[in-house]
């Protein structure tokens, strides 16, 4: 994703619209390249900055938040470094409650093969540092990634028609996480995952449910009773979002690679997460709060959509802090992180 000034990260040059980068090299060479289609290539290449004259065109503020400027996009979130902070925030969480930074057979798909580069495509990249993370682990792999950032912006929109640039079957891992408010039709998408992929490839999806879910093991708690206020929230922001288009499909994906009848070997599978301090154990009352926190912020960061739905101040301000002392104060209370994990027959 392109880095606004002031939250460069990594080594800065524009330069300009192309695919999106693997990993920062260590020796701060830019090479934004082309992936090349035959896998050989070995150019590497670094996140990139936006430059200063280039950056209204492409970001515009409300209430003192950056959005991204592209018209049409029902993306609600932030793109500044607050949101970023918090993407990274979930990226170590998530890596923490499923112990790796992926599930399933990927390390096998990815195998080094003499005289071909493995590659792999992450959807909706966000600050890029799942793909950093992975490029240390498989440096023998080819990374690219789409988001809407500026500088990516050809690929972002054509993420957005739902056509990727990338050659038939040239993909051996599609990776899309926390893709659901960035994608309102999800099947045309996956039918141009599923192009991309070769036979054999994997396909993973990774999404937290909007919903209000209780440990039953700790406590069987009714939303509507037990978190009336956590519940209200969701269900306001799942009303919004849907008049942007963004239904909530995030607990029907693996239906979705069902349907497709391109997968095999299907697997969902729900990791939970404690919200707040109420478990027994040490481990998960640090994993816990660190969620509590994430999800505060979410709630924070998604304020300026529900003023463009026309909900007053005052209005949006009890129903966030409503939700967050729901989340503070409600015990047994989780957040379900629901993969789909499927192979391309
Ligand atoms: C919730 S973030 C997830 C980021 C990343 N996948 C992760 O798990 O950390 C969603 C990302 O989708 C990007 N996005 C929104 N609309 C998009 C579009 N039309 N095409 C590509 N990316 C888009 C946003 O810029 C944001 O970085």
Known sequence: MAIPPNNNRNSARDDGPGTWPSHPS??????????????????????????????????????????????????????????????????????????????????????????????????????????MDMASIFPNAKFSGIDIGAIRITCAYRLHTYLFTNSDGTMDFVHARNVSLAVPHYPPMLREATRVLRRGGLFFSGEILRQVTFDPECFQGVPALDAPRADNFYRLINRTLALRGLNNYTDRIAEFVHASGQFGAIRRQNYVIPIGEWSSSPSDRRLGVRCRDILAVFARNLAPMLKDAAHPDEFIGEIIDGFVDDIGSVRGLVAVYQTVLARRC
């Open 26 to 131: 260590s020796n701060n060479r830019s090479q934004a390249a082309e992936p090349e289609e035959d896998g050989l290539s070995d150019a590497s290449s670094v996140l990139t900055q936006l430059g200063n004259d280039e950056f209204p065109r492409h970001f515009t503020e409300r209430e003192g938040r950056l959005f991204h400027a592209h018209d049409g996009s029902p993306y609600p979130m932030p793109v500044d470094g607050g949101e970023q902070t918090r993407l990274d925030a979930l990226h170590h969480l998530l890596y923490e409650r499923l112990d790796s930074h992926f599930a399933g057979p990927v390390g096998d798909v990815l195998a080094q093969e003499p005289g071909r580069h493995r590659r792999v495509l992450d959807l909706c990249t966000g600050t890029g540092r799942w793909v």
